[in-house]
């Protein structure tokens, strides 16, 4: 258990293995949308939306319904409940997570940058109208331009948005805890997120299913397990 109360800034990095327990698939490892084999990864680029849309936007609808259907579990929950209780000391608590699922904000989390952006959202092609909340599964023109709606995610071969990388760094700056939870950690620029953190002078935590391969040194604390499980438990008031 982190005895919260001693730090006043704290931030938390989650990444799929947080989703598992709400029935979402990782990314990466065994089975992960990335790693088994399947089309997925070919398609989840910048240049596949080009060349392939309707391809590219069926996976993405897929994906889409599969994360509508998802609940909240016990790992968004806790962290909801820690930044409830930071924020009624008048601690701050950031969390930054790669997962595109919502389900961090639908637990109750406020204080959210959404690194890879949020697979409910849709942006236009053509004329880029800000994101906006859009859960249909069809991908419609845009009624301001007429031009291809997207997902608002992060393909591969495209930048994190300069809104969610200025929100990271200043949420690390002055940092004295840092948590990764359900994440290797490996994905640029989050997996400098750690080093960072640890250059600021925080208390590090890794909370993951598996251990690092090869061993960050930038981590000063491990716990092996279901971040389901070690959250709740970890973030104990």
């Not at 989703?19 to 997925?40: D, I, N, Q």
């Not at 016990?74 to 009624?88: D, I, T, V």
């Not at 393909?155 to 994190?160: Q, V």
């Not at 997996?191 to 953190?197: D, G, L």
């Amino acid at each position: 258990m982190l005895p919260l109360t001693r730090f006043r800034k704290i931030v938390v990095l989650t990444g799929a293995g947080v989703s598992v327990a709400s029935g979402l698939r990782t990314y990466r490892g065994a089975g992960g949308l990335w790693t088994s084999g399947e089309e997925s990864a070919v398609l989840a680029t910048v240049e596949a939306l080009a060349a392939r849309p309707g391809e590219v936007l069926a996976l993405f609808a897929a994906m889409r319904e599969a994360v509508r259907a998802a609940r909240p579990n016990a790992a968004h929950e806790a962290l909801a409940a820690a930044e409830r209780s930071a924020s009624g000391r008048g601690a701050s608590f950031t969390l930054l997570t790669q997962n595109v699922d919502d389900l961090h904000r639908r637990a109750g989390s406020r204080d959210v940058v959404e690194l890879h952006g949020n697979l409910l959202h849709s942006r236009c092609t053509r004329c880029d109208r800000a994101p906006f909340a859009d859960a249909s599964t069809s991908f419609e023109s845009c009624d301001a331009c007429g031009g291809q709606l997207r997902p608002d995610v992060v393909l591969f071969g495209e930048h994190l948005s300069v809104d969610a990388e200025r929100a990271a760094k200043h949420a690390l700056r002055g940092c004295d805890l840092f948590v990764a939870a359900g994440t290797s950690g490996s994905v640029s620029p989050a997996s400098n997120f750690v080093r960072s953190a640890a250059y600021e002078g925080a208390h590090t935590v890794l909370v993951n299913l598996e251990p690092i391969d090869p061993p960050n040194p930038a981590f000063r604390e491990v716990h092996l397990g279901p971040a389901e499980a070690l959250l709740p438990a970890l973030f104990e008031a």
